[in-house]
C-alpha cells in the first residue's frame, strides 16, 4: 500500500512537471484524457466483477451537471472541491439503483445500464431550466480560494485533473489490491463459489457500481471545468461507447492503462476529426479490433507493475 | 447434548423424479459419516439442502438445534458448514494461493476495501494449509493448468479456511485413479484434524469406494432414490441385503 502511494504521488509530480513543457494543445488534451479516463477506469473497476457499464454516460453527465449547478447555482467554485461533489452527486443519483443492477450481468447489465443513461439524456433534453439541448457554460473554477488568471487557466486545469486522478488512482490501486478487490475478481469467474464461501455478490457488486458512479461522477466534473460547457450528450450513448471503448482497451488488470488508453482515443480523436471528421470512429473501431485481436487483456497488460 | 445437523424428512422432487424422500439424519461433532449411493440416489441433492442452495420441499434442517430451512448457501457458511464440489468450484485464472486468500477474504467479518489482500500474515496461512495438503508447491501455479486430483483437493482446502463444524465433501476422490485415492483420502483426512474445533468438525462425505468408506468413516448412511435405506455401523450397513442388492451390487 505504502508502495502504491509512493509510485501514485511520484508519478502526480513528475506529470505536473511535465505538464510545465507541454503545448498548449496538449495541455488541454491531456487534461480531457484524465477526466475521461478517469471515467474508464469506473468501467475497468466494473469489470474486475464481470460486467461492463454501457450507461457510464450517465454518471458522467450527473456528476458534470452536478458541478456546474453548485457553481452557477451556488457558488460553490473550488476545484477540487466541485470534483468531489461531481462524484457524490453520480452516487446519489444512482444508489437507488445499485443493489437491482447488482443482480444482473452480461448483456443484461450493460442494455439496463445503457437504458438509465438514456432517460437522463432524455430528461436532460427536455428540461429548459438546464438548458435542454444547448446545454449551458459554467465559470471557471478557482483553487483553494484564489482565482486562476488567463495565462495559467491550461496549466492549473490539468494540474487539478492530474492530482484529482492522481488520488482517485491511488484509491483504485489500494481498492483493486484489498481483499474485496480480490473477491471481485473471484467473483468474475465463479459466483456461486464466492457465495459458498460466506460472502455476499450482491453487495459487492453494488458496492462496485458506486464507486464506479464516483469514479465516473468524478471525470464529468473534471470535464465540464476544462469544458467550460456542458450539455445532455454527456450522458449519450456514444459518450458511455467511448468510456467503454477506452475500457476494453486498457483491459481490466490495471489502473495506468485506463489513463494510457484514454490518451490513445483523444489523440486520434484530435488528429484524425481535422484530416477526416466522418471516418475517424472507423479508425477506431479498426484499432480495437487490432487491440483484441493481439492483447486480449488489453494494453494495460503490457504495462507490469 | 443437541446434534450439530439434524435434517428431518426432507423431501425434494424434481419434476417427479424423486430426489429425496423423507430423508432423517442427525450428525453428532466429531463424527465421520460415510455417504453411499448409486448415481442419482440423491447425495449431491442431500448436500445441496443442507447447505441452503436447494430448497426441501417439505422438511426442516437444524443446525445446533436452530432452525436454518430458509436460509441461502451464504447464511449457511456463516454458521460454520463449508462444503467442497463434486466438479470442483475453483477461480481457474488465478493461482492457487489467490483461490485460498479468496476463501479466506470471504470467510473474514467484513471484506475490506483497502486491507492488502496479501499481507505476509495471509499469505503465510494460506501457505500452511496449502502444506497441510501437499499443495505448497502449486502455491503461484494457475489453477486452469492444475491436473484434476490437485484442484480437488484445493476445492476441499478452500472449504476448511475457516475450521468448519460440520463439512460436507461430494465424492472427495473421485476422477482420481484407484492407487492415488486412498493416499488422498489420508491427506484430506490429516488436513481435517489439523484445522479442526476442539470438539471435533463432524464430516461427510460422499464415496463410492466401499474399502475406503469402511476405512474412514465411523457410520455409514446409504441412499436409494432419494431415500435413506440403511444407517449404522459401517459392518453392519455394508451386509444390509437392501444396501447390497441396490448400493454395493455385492462388493465386499
Ligand atoms: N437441479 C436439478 N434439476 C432436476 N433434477 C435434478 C436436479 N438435481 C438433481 N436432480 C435429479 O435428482 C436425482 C438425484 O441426483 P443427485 O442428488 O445429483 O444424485 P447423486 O449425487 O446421488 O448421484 C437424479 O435423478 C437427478 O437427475
Ligand atoms: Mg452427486
Redesign the pocket.
Known amino acids: 500500500m505504502k508502495r502504491t502511494v509512493w509510485f501514485g504521488v511520484s508519478l502526480v509530480v513528475i506529470f505536473l512537471i511535465a505538464g510545465l513543457l507541454l503545448p498548449k494543445w496538449l495541455l488541454f488534451l491531456c487534461t480531457m484524457a484524465a477526466a475521461n479516463g478517469v471515467v474508464s477506469l469506473g468501467i475497468v473497476l466494473l469489470m474486475r466483477g464481470g460486467v461492463v457499464s454501457f450507461g457510464q454516460g450517465l454518471v458522467f453527465a450527473a456528476g458534470g451537471y452536478a458541478a456546474a449547478l453548485l457553481s452557477n447555482k451556488l457558488g460553490v467554485t473550488d476545484a477540487l472541491l466541485l470534483t468531489a461533489a461531481g462524484g457524490a452527486a453520480a452516487v446519489l443519483m444512482t444508489a437507488p439503483f445499485a443493489v437491482l443492477l447488482a443482480r444482473y450481468r452480461g448483456i443484461f447489465f450493460a442494455m439496463l445500464t445503457l437504458a438509465l443513461s438514456m432517460v437522463l439524456y432524455g430528461v436532460l433534453v427536455k428540461m429548459d431550466a438546464l438548458g435542454g439541448s444547448d446545454g449551458f457554460t459554467m465559470s471557471r473554477p478557482t483553487l483553494l480560494g484564489m482565482k486562476i488568471a488567463d495565462a495559467w487557466s491550461g496549466y492549473v486545469l490539468y494540474s487539478i485533473a492530474v492530482v484529482a486522478t492522481g488520488l482517485l488512482s491511488i484509491g483504485a490501486r489500494i481498492y483493486f489490491d484489498s481483499s474485496r478487490g480480490l473477491v471481485s475478481l473471484a467473483i468474475r469467474e465463479n459466483e456461486l463459489r464466492v457465495e459458498y464461501l460466506g460472502a455476499s455478490v450482491t453487495r459487492v457488486m453494488a458496492a462496485n457500481f458506486l464507486l464506479a458512479a464516483f469514479l465516473g461522477g468524478a471525470g464529468g466534473a473534471l470535464a465540464i471545468m476544462a469544458l467550460g460547457h456542458i450539455e445532455p450528450n454527456f450522458s449519450y450513448w456514444t459518450t458511455s461507447g467511448e468510456f467503454v471503448f477506452v475500457a476494453i482497451l486498457a483491459g481490466h488488470t490495471g489502473v495506468l492503462g485506463a489513463f494510457a488508453a484514454s490518451f490513445v482515443l483523444e489523440l486520434v480523436r484530435s488528429f484524425s476529426s481535422s484530416y477526416f471528421p466522418n471516418t475517424w470512429q472507423m479508425a477506431l473501431g479498426i484499432f480495437l479490433l487490432i487491440v483484441i485481436r493481439f492483447f486480449p487483456r488489453g494494453l494495460g497488460s503490457l504495462i507490469k507493475k | 447434548m443437541s446434534p450439530v445437523l439434524s435434517a428431518k424428512s426432507l423431501s425434494?422432487h424434481?419434476?417427479g423424479?424423486?430426489?429425496?424422500e423423507a430423508v432423517t439424519i442427525a450428525v453428532a461433532a466429531g463424527e465421520r459419516v460415510g455417504l453411499i449411493?448409486?448415481?442419482?440416489?440423491?447425495?449431491?441433492?442431500?448436500?445441496?439442502l443442507i447447505t441452503g442452495y436447494?430448497k426441501p420441499d417439505a422438511g426442516a434442517i437444524e443446525l445446533d438445534g436452530r432452525d436454518v430451512t430458509a436460509l441461502g448457501p451464504r447464511e449457511i457458511e456463516r454458521l460454520g458448514v463449508a462444503r467442497s464440489f463434486?466438479i470442483p468450484q475453483l477461480c481457474a485464472e488465478m493461482n492457487v494461493l489467490d483461490n485460498i486468500l479468496v476463501a479466506a477474504a470471504c470467510g473474514g467479518e467484513a471484506l475490506s476495501f483497502w486491507q492488502p489482500a496479501h499481507t505476509a500474515q495471509t499469505r503465510e496461512r494460506a501457505l500452511a494449509l496449502l502444506e497441510r495438503f501437499a499443495l505448497g508447491a502449486h502455491a503461484e501455479r494457475r489453477v486452469a493448468e492444475l491436473p484434476g486430483g490437485i484442484r480437488k483437493l484445493l476445492d476441499i482446502a478452500m472449504s476448511l479456511t475457516r475450521r468448519p463444524r460440520l463439512l460436507l465433501l461430494?465424492?472427495p476422490t473421485s476422477g482420481v485413479s484407484v492407487e492415488e485415492k486412498f493416499p488422498m483420502m489420508e491427506t484430506v483426512m490429516a488436513a481435517i484434524a489439523g484445522e479442526t474445533h476442539s470438539e471435533g468438525t463432524a464430516v461427510l462425505f460422499?464415496e463410492h469406494d466401499m474399502e475406503i468408506v469402511t476405512r474412514y468413516a465411523s457410520r455409514v448412511v446409504a441412499?436409494y432414490s432419494?431415500r435413506v435405506l440403511a444407517d449404522g455401523a459401517p459392518a453392519t450397513v455394508l451386509a444390509d441385503a437392501d444396501v447390497r442388492r441396490h448400493v454395493t451390487g455385492g462388493q465386499i
Open positions: 425434494k424434481f419434476d423424479v424423486v430426489a429425496a449411493g448409486s448415481n442419482g440416489a440423491g447425495k449431491t441433492t442431500f448436500v445441496n436447494l463434486q461430494d465424492e460422499v441412499f432419494g
